[in-house]
């Protein structure tokens, strides 16, 4: 593949037939597509434009291309490059709202306080898919694990906590929170996560217990179970079968500290459904 890329991509005039060549193509040939067409093009302005039009173009793995066309031209043009990823995260094609959102990930590493104000915008689009691109663009930008950035990332994720979506809250509580900023800043995440567990909001409560279901929670454990027992005591069923959840999977990981909990929470009248819910996948 990598072959028959180079030899569009050198002849003159031919690469307006690379979407034929990558058709159906896997992300490491359409890296390698971007990369190649990014050393020989003229300006910016070129990848800007050959992003807009392969951004309509039917094959996902053509419009994954114009993901990271619209990424490298984004110096030239910061609004042009960021219409082109905002239009992306909404694709039908889950693999193309996967490439836009980390695009957006990597340039919010790379610029972050311009990109930042742009993806403010993208929490109040109406589209769940081009928010739930923040959540991802939060999570790929933390693991620059720049600690100055822990408060900005997390408070601009923060209005999506009470966005019911199915979209959203599948890529933020388990995925953008706690698989990413709370392994990545444990001590700033669990603040907010303490924050925002005194909230009555049912969706945000599912957000912060499922937060602990993530890469990051097995290290929190002692701390985590300080907030779940809290939140084990709320009636909601949206909520309790959240920590069950998050119990059943810190199981799998700390069980030498979680299923103790567990026992206790089974003579505990008031959590003995929550442990009942946890002990079924344990």
Same mark, same amino acid.
């Given at each position: 593949?990598?072959?028959?890329?180079?030899?569009? $991509?050198?002849?003159?005039?031919?690469?307006?037939?690379?979407?034929?060549?990558?058709?159906?193509?896997? +992300?490491?040939?359409?890296?390698?597509?971007?990369?190649?067409?990014?050393?020989?093009?003229?300006?910016?302005?070129?990848?800007?434009?050959?992003?807009?039009?392969?951004?309509?173009?039917?094959?996902?793995?053509?419009?994954?291309?114009?993901?990271?066309?619209?990424?490298?031209?984004?110096?030239?043009?910061?609004?042009?490059?960021?219409?082109?990823?905002?239009?992306?995260?909404?694709?039908?094609?889950?693999? $193309?709202?996967?490439?836009?959102?980390?695009?957006?990930?990597?340039?919010?590493?790379?610029?972050?306080?311009?990109?930042?104000?742009?993806?403010?915008?993208?929490? +109040?689009?109406?589209?769940?898919?081009?928010?739930?691109?923040?959540?991802?663009?939060?999570?790929?930008?933390?693991?620059?694990?720049?600690?100055?950035?822990?408060?900005?990332?997390?408070?601009?994720?923060?209005?999506?906590?009470?966005?019911?979506?199915?979209?959203?809250?599948?890529?933020?509580?388990?995925?953008?929170?706690?698989?990413?900023?709370?392994?990545?800043?444990?001590?700033?995440?669990?603040?907010?996560?303490?924050?925002?567990?005194?909230?009555?909001?049912?969706?945000?409560?599912?957000?912060?217990?499922?937060?602990?279901?993530?890469?990051?929670?097995?290290?929190?454990?002692?701390?985590?179970?300080?907030?779940?027992?809290?939140?084990?005591?709320?009636?909601?069923?949206?909520?309790?079968?959240?920590?069950?959840?998050?119990?059943?999977?810190?199981?799998?990981?700390?069980?030498?500290?979680?299923?103790?909990?567990?026992?206790?929470?089974?003579?505990?009248?008031?959590?003995?459904?929550?442990?009942?819910?946890?002990?079924?996948?344990?």
């Amino acid at each position: 593949m990598h072959e028959a890329i180079d030899r569009v $991509v050198v002849d003159e005039g031919g690469i307006d037939s690379l979407p034929e060549v990558l058709a159906g193509a896997r +992300t490491g040939d359409i890296r390698y597509a971007v990369k190649r067409i990014a050393s020989v093009a003229e300006d910016g302005d070129e990848l800007l434009g050959r992003a807009e039009e392969w951004g309509g173009y039917p094959d996902p793995a053509v419009r994954q291309l114009a993901c990271g066309l619209a990424e490298e031209g984004y110096r030239a043009d910061r609004k042009r490059a960021v219409s082109v990823l905002r239009r992306l995260s909404d694709d039908p094609a889950s693999s $193309v709202r996967d490439a836009a959102g980390r695009a957006c990930g990597r340039l919010l590493a790379r610029d972050f306080p311009h990109m930042l104000n742009e993806l403010y915008e993208f929490r +109040t689009d109406p589209s769940p898919q081009v928010r739930r691109a923040t959540a991802i663009a939060a999570m790929i930008a933390g693991r620059e694990k720049r600690l100055e950035w822990a408060e900005p990332l997390l408070k601009l994720i923060e209005p999506l906590l009470a966005d019911r979506d199915p979209e959203v809250r599948r890529s933020l509580g388990p995925v953008a929170i706690g698989g990413g900023l709370l392994r990545d800043y444990p001590d700033v995440a669990f603040e907010y996560l303490v924050k925002w567990s005194t909230s009555n909001d049912e969706q945000v409560l599912w957000n912060v217990a499922m937060s602990f279901s993530g890469a990051g929670g097995p290290p929190l454990v002692k701390k985590a179970l300080i907030v779940l027992r809290r939140l084990s005591l709320d009636e909601r069923r949206y909520v309790w079968r959240a920590v069950a959840s998050a119990m059943w999977k810190l199981g799998r990981k700390r069980p030498e500290i979680v299923r103790p909990e567990i026992s206790r929470w089974l003579e505990d009248e008031r959590r003995v459904e929550v442990a009942r819910a946890a002990l079924k996948y344990l």
